[in-house]
């Protein structure tokens, strides 16, 4: 079955540590996003990739850094730079111009959590 | 102002009730709008596109007023099984970006 997988399902970040968030898609999109959500809160949008070895900012993207090396991967860094990563991770793909009848696919997203 | 902003409830309601749900945007030029739908730490599914003419899927109706700027969300006999937060979703015009609001939490009792 085609889908998107984000791994690990929980992670802890000590303190000055980087970490990285995995994101898999089979859906052959083009399309990769990265969202944070805190409790009580919307989605914010960190980063976006629309291309292969091509990605933009998103609304709060100080503190995380990404690549996209590969149509199928879209991975996260969390930097030690980011001072309150806690949150909730999730990562979506779509076709590259979302319109009417067009869809985000998530993944089930990754609880990252400060020891 | 926020750009998509929702009443973040709870909206409590019992089984079979009717509940309706708002959300204003601040950006006129918005094209593209979408209710998703989110359990308790899990991922956001959509669950209905918002068309200008407004439309209808089993119990739920979804209409757009572009003159006020909101979209509404109607749940017609809730099932326990409609408990969830529900997230308005705007697309600004000329944009692949998606802004999501806040979400309004039901919860459906027996």
């Known amino acids: 079955d085609g889908g998107i997988t984000q791994s690990p399902k929980y992670l802890f970040r000590k303190e000055g540590q980087n970490v990285t968030l995995s994101c898999e898609q089979n859906l052959n999109h083009d399309a990769m996003y990265w969202y944070r959500q805190d409790p009580g809160q919307g989605l914010r949008l960190i980063y976006y990739s629309q291309i292969v070895n091509d990605f933009q900012k998103g609304d709060i993207a100080e503190g995380y850094s990404v690549s996209r090396e590969k149509k199928e991967s879209f991975p996260l860094t969390v930097t030690s730079a980011q001072k309150n990563p806690t949150a909730f991770y999730l990562c979506?793909?779509?076709?590259?111009?979302?319109?009417?009848?067009?869809?985000?696919?998530f993944g089930s997203g990754t609880q990252l959590s400060v020891l | 102002r926020k750009e998509v902003e929702q009443d973040p409830g709870p909206f409590n309601v019992p089984e079979g009730a009717t509940v309706a749900f708002n959300c204003t945007y601040s950006?006129?030029?918005?094209?593209?709008f979408f209710w998703y739908r989110q359990d308790c730490r899990k991922e956001p599914k959509l669950l209905m596109s918002v068309y200008s003419s407004g439309n209808e899927d089993g119990r739920f109706t979804a209409q757009l007023n572009r003159a006020s700027q909101y979209i509404s969300l109607l749940i017609r006999d809730s099932k326990l099984s409609d408990s969830a937060t529900y997230l308005c979703v705007v697309t600004p015009y000329n944009t692949d970006k998606l802004i999501f609001g806040t979400g309004t939490r039901l919860q459906v009792f027996p």
């Open positions: 950006n006129s030029a918005s094209q593209s």
């Open positions: 979506a793909s779509s076709t590259p111009h979302l319109g009417i009848n067009e869809k985000l696919f």
